[in-house]
Each structure stands twice: as C-alpha cells, then as structure tokens.
C-alpha cells in the first residue's frame, strides 16, 4: 500500500510542477515533468484492478498528453518567434535609438520565462503561492493546461483596498502620466489601473503576487519571539500610533529574516500580512528577473507602484538573494542585473512611510534568504534590520510539536519533552516531516501486506484500526528515518554572519 500510494502521490507532484512551469512559459521544464508525470500515472493504473478506476486514470493520462502537446507546441512558437525576431536586420524601426543596442524582446506577456535560481530550495513549487491543488490521480484534468486555484485577489473586493488612499493629487505626484493610477469608480472601490501593454503584467502581479488574507497568525508561529517583536513594531505598531513613528522614528523601510531552511521565515511574514491587514505582495525573486530584456526591470518598477498605490503594503521577496546577489559577478545575466537595480532604486524611493510622514502609506519590503552572505551589500543597506532566525531551541520544539500535533490522538506513552530533546538539531520544517510521520505510522501498519482491493473490502474495520492513537515508538522510527537537514558548517556560516552583519 505504501509504495502504491507513494506513486500516486509522485504522479500528482509531477502534474502540479508541469503546469506551473505551464503557467510561467517555463515550457521545457514543463515538458519533462508532463512527461514523468504520464510515466508515473501509467505505471500507477498498471496497479490497479478496478476497471472503473482503471478506464479514469487512462482518462487522465489521454488529458495530460493532449496538455503535453499544447507545451510542446507552445515551446516550439517561441523558439520560432525569437530566432525571428533576432534575424531581422537591425534598421528602421527595429533599431533601437542611440544605434547599436541589443533587441529589446518585449512579448508584453506577464512573467514567462523566469530565471529560476538552480540552488535546490525547499519548495521547487515557486515560493507554495499555488494552492496545493494539483490534479489528483483520478481528478478530471481541465479542458487545458489552467492554473490551479491561488490567492487571487480582485482588487475590486478586497476591503482593504476600499481603504487604500486614492487622492487624485496624491496619484498624481507619483504618476505624471496621471493614467496609470487612474481611480476607476467601480462600486466605490479603487483599482490600480495599468496603460496599455502593462496591462497584462499588472494582472500576472495581481494574479500571482497579491495575496489575500494568507491566515497564519503569529500564534501559529513557534518561538521567533525577536523577530515577532520588530516585525509588530515596524508594521503594526506605526499603524496604531501614527503621530509616534515619524522623523526619526519613521518605520523599518526594509527587514531582512535570514536563517537555515525550514524555520518559519515565510510563515512569518505571512502572519504580517493576516495580523497587521497590509496590502501582501508575495514575491519569488526568481520571478523578477526574466530572460527578456527589460521586462524584470517594468516588473519590479509596476510591483511598487502598485505597493504603493494599496499602501500600506508589505512587499515580501523569498529568496531575495538570487535577485540581490553580489553585483558584477560574472555570471551574471543582464536582465537581472537592470530588475536588481530597479529594486534597489525603488527601495530607496519608499522611506517606511511614502510620502512624507504618512504611515497609512507605508510600504515596507521583507526579504527572505538561506543565504544572506550572498547578499549586494547595497541591498543589505537598504534591509536596515536584519533578524536571524535560527533553528528551534528546546521550548521551540515543544510548541511545535504541540502546533503539529494537535489533531492527532497520541497515545499515554507519548513523552513529547523527550521528543523534542532528541530533535535538537531539527528545523521547524523537519519537525513537521518527523510528526507527519508518525501520524501515518498506525496507517502503514493497519495496510500493510493488504492490496487495494482488500483494503477496499475491509475500509470498515481499518477504519476503527485507524482510530488507534500514535504511540512513543512511532516518534522514535519516524525520528530515526528523518535526520535534520541542516549542517554544523552552515550553522556556524549563519553565526558569523549574524556577528558581522546582524541587526536586531
Ligand atoms: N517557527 C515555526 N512555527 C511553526 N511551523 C514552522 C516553523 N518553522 C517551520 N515550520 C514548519 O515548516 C514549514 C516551512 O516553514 P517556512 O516556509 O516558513 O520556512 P522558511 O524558513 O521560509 O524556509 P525556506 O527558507 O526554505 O523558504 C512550515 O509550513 C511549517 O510547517
């Protein structure tokens, strides 16, 4: 049973990343996983001995090749397209003022091609901002490749946004052109209004980028107690006391949280954005940068004219390293080199509060990296605090294991201090993997050596087996299978950094 469902669960994986990359024009990449995924799918209904189920999971697989075809083909106009456009001879219109400069390859498409960062992450699901809805083995796949449901805000129905400031000279100031930030009375309710070809970027950023309430509450967050603190006295206490955090005491225009992978660093700002009611702009750095010239660059410039137009607003950058990197560096692509400088130029244009001493204005960037050394010292400046979140200490772990552990039933014999003594060393995400576990174990032992068909059969009184509570030695197998995935060596890394760079 396990290895059965270990290989439905592989195939649902592949699909959800094949239509990511679907949705972001990675195309290749999501060829390939189209094509795993299929793989995988065939061999799963090769397990199966139910006709009915048999005759869906065949459904699926014909669905997900017509979807393969669609990549395939989508991938195909785009190469044709590009070597077009880099064959045509570079006269009349075509050539750029000042004579010999690069084409400028503006598909006026939102955010396809992203530079994805090659470091393995934790989540290669860009930055999770999908519901984890991917097609399950005997979901229907859509008509075509669609992007699974996310946090998808219409700024038409967010309340926040019926609050967001809207004076006409206030739009003005930041916007000569006056048409950009044109208030469109829908309903009463204000929406940031793109021109012409920023049409589509602008509802690739909403789609993608403004996140409703994401309801993770600081409560849900275990430990982090410093970083908790200066993120509710940059963010929510200027908001309740105005006439306090200015001059001098103006909000935090920029936080770094750095730490190992897996500590809460992204729960985090989550909590800001349900706890402290800003605007949420959840950005994957990869996704600012873009192969096609210039458009990181319109990227990052239309994020902060939207931050600002919903201020307050946080903007959070995940992995804000890959964007933010030493500048000059050799590898260096062009692209993301003018999209890290418009960053940083916009930084500099949002100070905690925008325009002037308003706070109801503010707009606040919270970065995130696993590698804070990797950091352009210019953006470092400009992240004025920097917190490093560690790997959970003792009570940490004891609140986690309560958070992870509340729904399951645990048995008397459960000693949850001595778990969490024998996780130091842990991050908060392995404790989350050695609980989840656990959990599972009274299932593998209630299925094991039962096929399908069985299973089905006696799913009444597995059911009552399923009931039992998770026992002391289930923590102890799930603990010896899953090791902590941060080193010493990085351990010490972060320490030092904190020594030379921290800022609390
Ligand atoms: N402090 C914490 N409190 C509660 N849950 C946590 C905490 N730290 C980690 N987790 C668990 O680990 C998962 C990953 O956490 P999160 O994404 O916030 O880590 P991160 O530090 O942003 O990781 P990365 O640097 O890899 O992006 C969470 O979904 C949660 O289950």
Request: proline fraction near 5%.
């Amino acid at each position: 049973m396990t290895s059965v469902s270990t290989r439905s669960m592989d195939f649902e994986e592949e699909a959800r990343k094949a239509r990511k990359c679907y949705m972001y024009g990675d195309y290749q990449k999501g060829i390939s996983f189209y094509k795993s995924a299929i793989e995988k799918l065939r061999l799963f209904c090769q397990t199966l001995s139910n006709e009915s189920e048999k005759k869906r999971g065949n459904e699926c697989i014909a669905e997900l090749n017509r979807e393969l075809r669609l990549t395939e083909e989508h991938d195909r106009m785009i190469d044709d397209i590009t070597e077009n456009l880099l064959r045509k001879p570079r006269n009349g219109s075509d050539r750029a003022a000042g004579g010999d400069v690069d084409y400028d390859i503006d598909f006026g498409v939102p955010i396809h091609h992203a530079a994805v960062d090659e470091r393995p992450t934790r989540d290669p699901g860009f930055n999770n901002r999908f519901a984890p809805q991917g097609a399950t083995p005997f979901q229907q796949a859509p008509g075509r490749p669609q992007p699974v449901a996310r946090d998808v805000r219409s700024a038409n129905n967010d309340p926040r946004r019926r609050n967001a400031p809207s004076s006409a000279s206030n739009n003005k100031q930041k916007q000569p052109d006056n048409k950009r930030v044109n208030n469109q009375p829908n309903n009463g309710e204000k929406k940031y209004q793109p021109v012409g070809a920023e049409k589509d970027l602008v509802e690739g950023l909403e789609r993608d980028i403004v996140q409703k309430d994401p309801n993770v509450r600081w409560a849900d967050v275990a430990g982090c107690t410093a970083a908790k603190k200066l993120l509710q006295e940059a963010v929510v206490l200027p908001r309740f006391m105005p006439d306090f955090f200015k001059g001098i005491r103006r909000p935090w225009k920029g936080i770094l949280l750095f730490g190992p992978p897996g500590t809460g660093k992204t729960m985090l700002a989550k909590a800001v954005a349900t706890e402290c009611k800003t605007t949420f702009f959840n950005v994957a750095a990869a996704n600012l940068t873009s192969k096609y010239h210039g458009e990181g660059e319109k990227l990052v410039r239309l994020l902060f004219e939207m931050a600002k137009f919903y201020a307050p607003s946080t903007v959070f950058i995940d992995e804000i390293d890959s964007l933010c990197s030493a500048r000059g560096q050799s590898n260096e692509h062009e692209a993301s080199r003018r999209a890290k400088s418009e960053l940083l130029i916009q930084m500099d244009g949002v100070t905690g509060a925008v325009g002037g001493d308003d706070v109801s204005k503010m707009v606040m960037v919270l970065g995130a990296t696993n590698h804070p050394w990797d950091l352009d010292d210019a953006m470092r400046r400009r992240l004025e605090k920097r917190i490093y979140i560690p790997l959970p200490d003792m009570e940490t772990r004891q609140q986690l294991l309560e958070i992870n552990l509340k729904e399951v039933q645990l048995h008397g014999d459960v000693d949850l201090n001595g778990i969490a003594q024998k996780l130091d060393g842990y991050s908060g995400s392995d404790i989350t993997s050695v609980c989840r576990d656990a959990a599972m174990m009274q299932m593998r032992r209630a299925t094991e050596n039962l096929s399908m068909t069985q299973i089905q059969e006696q799913a009444q009184v597995l059911k009552e087996k399923l009931q039992l509570p998770t026992i002391m030695k289930d923590f102890e197998d799930a603990i010896s299978k899953i090791s902590s995935s941060v080193s010493k060596d990085m351990l010490e890394k972060y320490d030092k950094w904190m020594k030379d760079f921290g800022s609390v």
